[in-house]
């Protein structure tokens, strides 16, 4: 079996200052990871993922994440939040080579002025 | 069109009643999926189509639901007696490829919203 906690429902920052949205993994298997964002009355978009490549991924936007085994983490961040950036994000699970994606509860994202 | 799309994107309707959602995918993506969101939650799988074939239906929650894809394209959502429960967003999304789509890089569209009275 396999899931994603995200650690926060909703989260809050001042545009220009750092992001970080948590996530912990479980899956008895090596998991691919993802982050899919969702704006207000759009589609789920893909904005990275990890495939056991290189453990730091670069997505759209200026966001990454950091696949950290030891702490079953897959954190999303961006150096520097803009107002474009607020939505939903959902860190997503699926097993390698998978086609089912378990998706977190999802952190509403807030960027104020 | 450009991108996924699913018609209706709002639907009404009273308990025990028959319901179909419809999905076109982006135009030669062999592989749909369709995922439920309800409110506060993420999105849950419910069925994966490769081709006509629902290769993996193992997320439906019960024999109300039944999906088809007769010709590999288009596809539908169907779901009998519905119930109040049912009332949620229901989610397609395509692939390209059966290897794009296991790779997690699925395009979604904006969803039917289903509400039951």
């Known amino acids: 079996a396999q899931s994603v906690t995200q650690l926060d429902s909703h989260v809050s920052v001042s545009e220009g200052t750092p992001v970080l949205l948590r996530c912990n993994y479980s899956?008895?298997?090596?998991?691919?990871l993802f982050w899919y964002v969702q704006h207000p009355n759009k589609g789920l978009q893909l904005l990275l993922k990890?495939?056991?490549?290189?453990?730091l991924v670069k997505g759209i936007n200026g966001f990454e994440a950091e696949f950290k085994k030891s702490e079953t983490s897959f954190h999303l961040t961006k150096p520097s939040a803009h107002m474009s950036d607020a939505a939903e994000y959902f860190c997503?699970?699926?097993?390698?080579?998978?086609?089912?994606?378990?998706f977190g509860t999802g952190t509403q994202l807030k960027v104020e002025l | 069109g450009a991108g996924v799309s699913q018609t209706p994107s709002n639907k009404v309707t009273e308990k025990g009643k028959y319901v179909e959602l419809r999905c076109d995918p982006i135009s030669g993506h062999t592989a749909l999926y369709w995922y439920r969101q309800s409110l506060g939650q993420g999105p849950e799988f419910l069925i994966y189509f490769q081709g006509t074939g629902a290769a993996d239906d193992s997320g439906l929650p019960n024999d109300r639901f039944f999906a088809v894809r007769p010709e590999g394209s288009v596809s539908t959502l169907k779901i009998q007696r519905t119930e109040r429960g049912d009332s949620a967003v229901y989610l397609c999304?395509?692939?390209?490829?059966?290897?794009?789509?296991?790779?997690?890089?699925?395009?979604f569209g904006e969803g039917s919203r289903l509400t039951v009275l």
């Open positions: 990890y495939t056991s490549a290189a453990t």
């Open positions: 899956s008895s298997y090596s998991p691919s």
């Open positions: 997503v699970v699926t097993r390698g080579g998978g086609n089912k994606l378990t």
């Open positions: 999304a395509s692939s390209p490829t059966r290897d794009r789509a296991s790779t997690g890089e699925l395009f």
